[in-house]
């Protein structure tokens, strides 16, 4: 395979310049027409090299291939090599006679220095080419026959589509075929120039994308002397060192590169794939750079794609370090390769190259380029192809045959940033990446100059989240390149901007604003461009010099900058735009109020602003925030104090929306907000201002002011102006002047100011605040002065001055002959802050007895209700700290006063302790009532003299009073209490019988954690909505009985035991009949079966029966064993319900007027909603009272049942009082055993018989109805009879069910047989008397009970061969038939004619479980819908029984049709193959017949029907396709009204 090779000669002394060429042809394209340019890219066609392609082609062949370095390397379809420079002329044409045997030349590369190319050929040759002397330097020969079966070459006929030289060496290259095999070449030059191969990859490793070596870069680094070599594959990277051994270094399958799968998941491999190495660049060091371990280069990094996965892999040498951190230079480092980024493109990627370091330019398969920037992990879509497109090389296709896509390494290539591309076969064309200048001289030639300004403000603070060239990348805040990017950019956006508004504003020039989003956009990036540029001095001068030529564009501006004002990224503005704005916005409220946070914003120092024209603009427009804002900056915090009160006084205190103020002859009204809540009012303003200032804030930021000084002093003359020092009180009568700030405070809202000393005194800066108090006379000497400043008794804290001011104006106004200097609401309030102050903040401070009767006068004599809860809170503060000497002298004061708690106390103290307990019920706020208990807990708990026996004489002398307030609470408190006993309370509370039924049942029923959460009386509804009132005894009238399904009989033994009486339950369930009848029932529930025994059964039937509560009696009954007299109680109840239902049916008014009236109208008449809950209401209760029938019965069958089989005792009907009635009948046990069964069919007999006449009484009302009844009539006796067949349905269900072959004591066949008998003779009679129409037979009347029940009685025929199979047959016996029989016949279906005569014998063995026949023909159909596997069972055992063969069984399978009313069904038997079914159109013959015959029709109403029956009606349209749908025939023949077409099945 290796061949001969030229030995090199000397280089030529003609040896061009390639990088002058370069230089000249290329680096000067710019000047050229531009042919396709977007706003990253520019592609510009090589006019002179196109131009020159043709001519090439035609000399030397069409280009195949395609390498660009300093000259331009084509390969030809016809094997040559053609080496040119960039105008086209020929440099070189390497080929020979013998080189046309290579085939078209598939792949080139240039060496390092360019003076060598490495050539693949279609045939698998590989040449190196010294193309300057135009020798070969190596031919790479492919395997022959003739070769060892070892040797390593190329297979003969694959292209070779991959070839590049490893590292600078001339002498050692790789090349790749599109067979998959990866050879390394390495030609050695000695006495014999020989050429050793090496495989790297061969096609088991999957199909070749791309093989590349890693080139050298300006920085040396270790690896360049590792000559590796990056293969991809479809399944794997696989990265080798070439240099000193082949040696893998690296690999990565497929699988492990995407996200873990799951096992057994295929993986989907990609057809496209692409590798491209960085090589390691060194850059320069900033001066500044003091990190000695900062790199001065970037390593090594590879880029490869699998499909639309990009993945970056890093190099990091790992450097074995010595013990004190440098690194050893006698061991080479490790080489280490790290997963730095992975990026999904939006296709698949079928072309990467890296442009420069950190940006990876890449295009997908739809030929879309994209810039990768990996650092920042941001992805910018640069252009498409150049103008012609692309043509890609399908190697991969050509030689395995998977569609693939085509490789571009061929036609495309990267060098020195630019990006060369061959389109078709005559266009050259180069790309390359715009510089941030071009890209902004790009868009000022468009004329987009606010676009141009957003990209350079985006370009100064590297953020603008798209590839950018030729500016510094910063790497971290404040460094070298980060100014130089700044400075770089920063004087071209300024000349940016300053270009923008001259062609905006120019009056010469062509283009002129005229809408005012362009006005607004230009001024809003050039507030931003200032802002990145940390100065505004553009914004102040040149932009608002040009938009102030017209007011208009003024109001602009001023809107613009309005944003960046509020947001504090402008604060301070210069006087000539503040009072523009000023003038601008004072002239609507909208504008005003914008104003005013305008305002409140800005920093305003004294001297940069107009302080007297801010200030009158603040008045005039009444913004009050901002003026006390100016005021405070100006270091005046006493001046807006007095002229906010001013204005406040002046102004009505509702919150109108709008307030109107006359300023000559304009009327300005001042905004309010949105919510309607206007914060620039001054009564609100003032308090804020104050809360701020005197806690050393400023206002209305709520920042510290600073220094401390300057806060301190500020707070201490605000507090000074509104609290002054008691001691400048000159005269009496001199409290107006000398508390006018105050008082105008207080007259403004007694409310907030207390508030707003709440939070100012919480403040820890207060702590700080010394006031010092000036003597009362000036006349002393000034060393007097400052000999009395010393004196501690001057200095105050601000705490001590507000509650001695508060105290000085209280006590001034309480004594005020006239009353106008404070209201008694406003007394109150203040008194009551000032000691709650005093009490908390100086609880050891002692107050004399004068100030303590001061206090105490103004506390207890006050008459205002509003604050009576805040002045005891405050008395009984000032009570506890500073005992009186006496407290029997405040009893009656207080009493009046209504201080209750301090009564409590007073009491306590003298030890009257019942008289304590008697405070909290006299309390006028009710919630303090339930306060009692925990104090008589507390009390009887107590080692105190007499406490206990106070505690139970109140207890008992107002038991009424507390079960009124809380009978849970009382009854747990006199179970707490020892000397307390339940039975004195509740004699005590005989008097009262509502009260007593309250404490016992809160004593014998307590609700669950009711005793220890206490949620308030129960007794009853409490009618009043007043808390405070005591709640209404009166309970709530009897509900509706409703009987559930009993319990199981059997005593619990887990249940807990009784620890009452059993008078004390006996009595409660006498009051719970009168007072809550419809607790009766659980409370006996809950208590049946505790011991001992809390009522005695008879007494229980006894007063239910007085009081009629009848579902108590009903449970006392069965709990007797009087299950007859249970059954007729709630039968009686059921007749007088549907009596109520008959008087709640409509009357029949189809004779008169009004019917005549109704007909006349569009639509007839329905049953209201109001007469339909009505109806619906009594049939819920006539049902529920069946349900308890049944539970009747079912209970006398567990009872009755389990004692006749231990034996002989009571039975039914007699009661428990005559147990020997019908002892004769009963000597044996099983005459006792007949004698149950005999009575329990009594019962399920007279249910049966009560419930089929009362859907026989309502059928016969429903027939009798004329033709011309009214509608809702109608309606409502069908509503009656659907819910009377509901309960039938629910009676048989419980009695076929009840009838278990494990039990003999109900004879179905007896209970139905007497049933049918009487029925008979019912129907018979009434088929007689009454003549009915045709149609108008009802759906279910008696004659289809009979036949119903009929079936029953068939079935039991077989009864004696199937007791035979119960142990058998479980889940499948007689009764589960029946049920499905049941359910069948809700369905619709009806049982075929003999069935109901069917024979006995092996019934079963012949025919199916059951047999459900046609509504037309009446042939058997029946439609087993068990399960498969339990069908086979039954098949099985039944067949192992009879030793017979299997039965039929049918198999459904059901075909809808959503918008239709009826469904396909085909049924599978025994003899009918499921294939023959579905081919049933194209057989015929016997097997299509029968396939026929086994269809069934099911309508939505219920019924069914044969096909062939339904084929049968022609003229209903069903033999037509595009016929409507068929009706039913069973209900065809009845009226409209009444049918069942469309009904919900």
């Known amino acids: 395979m290796d061949s001969d090779t030229v030995p090199s000669t000397p280089r030529s002394t003609q040896e061009p310049t390639p990088e002058t060429e370069y230089e000249s042809r290329i680096a000067n394209l710019d000047s050229t027409p531009t042919q396709f340019t977007t706003e990253y890219f520019s592609w510009r066609q090589l006019a002179d090299m196109s131009g020159r392609l043709p001519e090439l082609a035609e000399q030397f062949g069409a280009v195949t291939a395609l390498c660009l370095g300093d000259y331009v390397a084509l390969g030809t379809d016809t094997g040559l090599v053609v080496v040119t420079d960039y105008l086209g002329r020929t440099k070189a044409a390497l080929g020979s006679p013998a080189t046309a045997a290579y085939g078209p030349v598939s792949t080139l590369a240039f060496s390092t220095d360019h003076l060598a190319l490495v050539a693949g050929y279609a045939q698998g040759f590989v040449v190196v080419w010294d193309w300057v002397k135009g020798t070969t330097v190596s031919v790479s020969r492919p395997l022959q026959d003739s070769d060892k079966p070892d040797a390593a070459g190329h297979p003969a006929g694959t292209a070779i589509t991959f070839a590049a030289f490893v590292g600078a060496s001339k002498h050692r290259y790789i090349s790749g075929s599109s067979g998959g095999h990866v050879l390394y070449h390495h030609i050695i030059r000695r006495l014999l120039t020989t050429m050793n191969t090496s495989q790297l990859a061969g096609p088991d490793s999957g199909i070749l994308f791309e093989a590349a070596a890693l080139p050298y870069g300006s920085h040396k680094c270790t690896t360049d002397d590792m000559g590796l070599v990056a293969i991809l594959t479809d399944t794997s990277l696989t990265i080798v060192k070439t240099r000193h051994g082949v040696e893998q270094q690296y690999r990565a399958s497929y699988q492990t590169s995407t996200k873990p799968v799951q096992k057994r998941t295929v993986i989907k491999r990609p057809y496209a794939g692409c590798v491209s190495w960085l090589p390691a660049l060194g850059y320069r060091r900033p001066a500044t750079a003091t990190d000695p371990a900062e790199p001065d280069y970037t390593p090594p990094k590879l880029a490869y794609s699998w499909g639309a996965s990009i993945h970056i892999l890093a190099i990091q040498l790992d450097y074995n370090v010595s013990g004190n951190g440098t690194p ?83 036609v495309m290539s990267v060098y020195k940033r630019r990006v060369f591309a061959l389109c078709g076969a005559a266009s050259l064309y180069i790309g390359r990446l715009l510089s941030w200048t071009e890209r902004l001289e790009l868009l000022v030639e468009r004329g987009q100059f606010i676009d141009a300004i957003t990209l350079a403000t985006g370009f100064y603070q590297e953020r603008t989240g798209q590839v950018v060239v030729g500016l510094p990348r910063s790497r971290r805040p404040g460094d070298a390149n980060q100014k130089k990017r700044q400075a770089l950019v920063g004087s071209r956006l300024a000349g940016l901007m300053r270009s923008a508004l001259k062609r905006m504003f120019d009056a010469d020039h062509d283009h002129r604003p005229n809408t005012e989003p362009e006005l607004h956009a230009l001024a809003s990036i050039c507030v931003q461009a200032c802002l990145a540029l940390g100065s505004l001095q553009i914004l102040f001068s040149d932009v608002f010099e040009c938009y102030s030529t017209d007011s208009a564009h003024q109001f602009v501006f001023l809107e613009t900058i309005e944003p960046f004002i509020l947001s504090g990224d402008i604060t301070h503005l210069p006087p000539q735009i503040l009072n523009a704005m000023v003038d601008s916005y004072g002239t609507t409220p909208p504008l005003i109020r914008r104003l005013g946070g305008i305002l409140m914003c800005l920093n305003l120092q004294h001297g940069e602003f107009d302080v007297d024209r801010v200030l009158s603009s603040c008045r005039k427009h009444r913004l009050w925030r901002t003026f006390a804002r100016v005021w405070l900056s100006m270091g005046d915090p006493i001046a807006p104090i007095t002229s906010i009160i001013a204005a406040a006084s002046q102004t009505n205190h509702s919150r109108d929306s709008s307030i109107g103020q006359t300023v000559g002859e304009l009327t300005i009204e001042h905004p309010v907000g949105d919510d309607g809540f206007d914060d620039e009012a001054p009564d609100v303003v003032i308090f804020d201002y104050l809360d701020m200032v005197i806690r050393g804030r400023y206002y209305p930021e709520n920042q510290p002011i600073q220094p401390q000084s300057r806060a301190e002093k500020y707070s201490t003359l605000v507090a000074q102006l509104v609290f002054p020092p008691i001691e400048t009180l000159q005269a009496q009568g001199s409290e107006q002047q000398t508390f006018a700030t105050l008082l105008a405070l207080l007259g403004l809202g007694t409310e907030r100011l207390l508030d707003m000393l709440k939070h100012v005194l919480s403040d820890p800066f207060i702590g700080y605040i010394n006031i010092i108090v000036k003597p009362p006379s000036t006349t002393q000497s000034t060393q007097d002065s400052d000999r009395a400043l010393r004196r501690p008794s001057q200095v105050k804290s601000l705490m001590q001055i507000v509650v001695d001011t508060l105290h000085t104006l209280t006590m001034a106004a309480y004594t005020d002959p006239a009353g106008q200097m404070l209201s008694a609401r406003q007394i109150g309030q203040l008194t009551s802050f000032a000691l709650t102050l005093y009490a908390t903040r100086f609880p050891l401070i002692y107050l004399t007895d004068e100030t303590m009767a001061e206090w105490s006068d103004v506390l207890l004599r006050l008459d205002d209700v509003a604050t009576r809860a805040e002045r005891e809170c405050a008395f009984e503060l000032l009570f506890k700290l500073n005992p009186p000497r006496s407290y029997g002298d405040y009893i009656d004061r207080v009493r009046s006063a209504g201080f209750f708690r301090v009564l409590e106390h007073i009491y306590y103290t003298l030890e009257q302790y019942e008289n304590a307990l008697r405070t909290f019920l006299d309390h006028p706020d009710f919630t303090q009532h339930r306060m009692v208990f925990p104090a008589m807990k507390e009390l009887g708990a107590s080692k105190r003299p007499n406490a206990l026996e106070c505690t139970a004489s109140f207890a008992l002398n107002s038991a009424t009073e507390l079960v009124e307030v809380d009978a849970d609470s009382f009854v747990e408190t006199v179970a707490a209490i020892a000397s307390l006993d339940h039975g004195k309370i509740i004699d005590t509370l005989s008097t009262r019988p509502q009260l007593q039924f309250a404490y016992m049942r809160s004593l014998l029923d307590p609700a669950p954690d009711a005793l220890s959460q206490s949620p308030g009386p129960r007794i009853g509804p409490v009618l009043s909505t007043d808390e405070r009132s005591p709640p209404n005894i009166g309970l709530s009238e009897e509900q509706h009985m409703v009987v559930y399904p009993l319990k199981s009989l059997v005593p619990d033994d887990s249940q807990p035991t009784n620890r009452f009486s059993q008078a004390y339950h006996e009595r409660y369930l006498e009051l719970m009949c009168q007072y809550s009848p419809s607790g009766v029932l659980p409370y006996l529930k809950k208590h049946a079966d505790l011991s001992p025994e809390p009522f005695r059964l008879t007494y229980v039937q006894s007063v239910c029966g007085k009081h009629g509560v009848s579902d108590g009696l009903v449970w006392a009954l069965v709990r007797l064993g009087d299950f007859s007299g249970a059954l007729q109680t709630l039968l009686q109840q059921t007749d007088q319900e549907i009596e109520s239902i008959k008087a709640a049916v409509p009357d029949d008014r189809a004779g008169s007027t009004f019917a005549q009236d109704i007909a006349a109208e569009p639509g007839p008449p329905a049953l209201t909603e109001a007469d339909r809950e009505r109806l619906t209401d009594h049939l819920d209760i006539a049902a529920h009272n069946i349900d308890g029938c049944v539970g009747v019965c079912r209970a006398a069958l567990a ?160 009864e004696a061969q199937l007791m035979a199979l119960t142990n058998v047959l479980v889940d499948y016996d007689l009764f589960t038939t029946f049920a499905q029989l049941v359910r069948s016949q809700k369905q619709g279906w009806r049982v075929a004619p003999d069935s109901a005569q069917g024979a006995g014998g092996h019934a079963l063995a012949s025919r199916d479980v059951g047999d459900l026949c046609c509504a037309k023909c009446h042939s058997p159909l029946f439609v087993d819908r068990r399960q498969e596997h339990a069908m086979a069972e039954l098949r099985r055992q039944t067949t192992q029984y009879y030793e017979s063969s299997a039965l039929r069984v049918l198999d459904l399978h059901v075909f809808e049709d959503r918008d239709a009313q009826w469904q396909w069904m085909k049924l599978r038997t025994d003899s009918t193959a499921y294939d023959r079914l579905l081919g049933q159109n194209t057989h015929a013959g016997a097997g299509a017949a029968a396939a026929a015959d086994a269809q069934v029709v099911l309508f939505k109403c219920g019924h069914g029907f044969h096909r062939h ?37």
């Open 1199 to 1358: 009872k009755l049942g389990k004692d006749a089989d231990l034996q002989p005792g009571n039975y039914l009907g007699q009661g428990a009082s005559s147990p020997t009635a019908n002892g004769a009948a009963a000597r044996s046990q099983s005459d006792y055993r007949s004698l149950v069964s005999a009575q329990l069919c009594d019962l399920w007999l007279a249910l049966l018989r009560r419930t089929l006449g009362y859907l026989h009484t309502t059928n016969r009302t429903l027939d009798a109805l004329p033709p011309g009844a009214a509608t809702e009539t109608r309606e409502a006796w069908q509503l009656v009879s659907k819910r009377q067949r509901w309960m039938l349905q629910s009676v048989l269900d419980a009695l076929i069910f009840a009838a278990s072959p494990a039990s003999s004591f109900i004879s179905l066949r007896a209970i139905i047989q007497q049933l049918i008998t009487t029925s008979s003779t019912a129907a018979a009679t009434e088929n007689n008397n009454n003549t009915r129409q045709s149609g108008a037979a009802r759906s279910l009347d008696i004659t289809e009970i009979q036949h119903l029940l009929a079936v029953a009685v068939s079935a039991y025929k077989t």
């Open 1509 to 1545: 029956c339904v084929d049968g009606l022609a003229a209903k349209g069903l033999a037509a396709a595009d016929a409507p749908l068929p009706e039913c025939a069973q209900c065809a023949d009845a009226p409209a009204s009444v049918r069942c077409i469309g009904a919900i099945g």
């Open 328 to 410: 050893m230079g006698s061991v080479p480092p490790r080489v280490q390769f790290e997963r730095e980024a992975e990026w999904t493109a939006v296709g698949d990627v079928v072309f990467c190259r890296w442009i420069e370091a950190g940006t990876l330019l890449y295009m997908t398969q739809s030929q879309r380029m994209f810039v990768l920037e990996t650092a920042l992990a941001q992805e910018t879509e640069i252009c498409a192809s150049p103008p012609g497109s692309i043509a890609g090389r399908p190697w991969v296709t050509l030689a395995t045959g998977v569609e693939a896509e085509p490789s571009y390494a061929q």
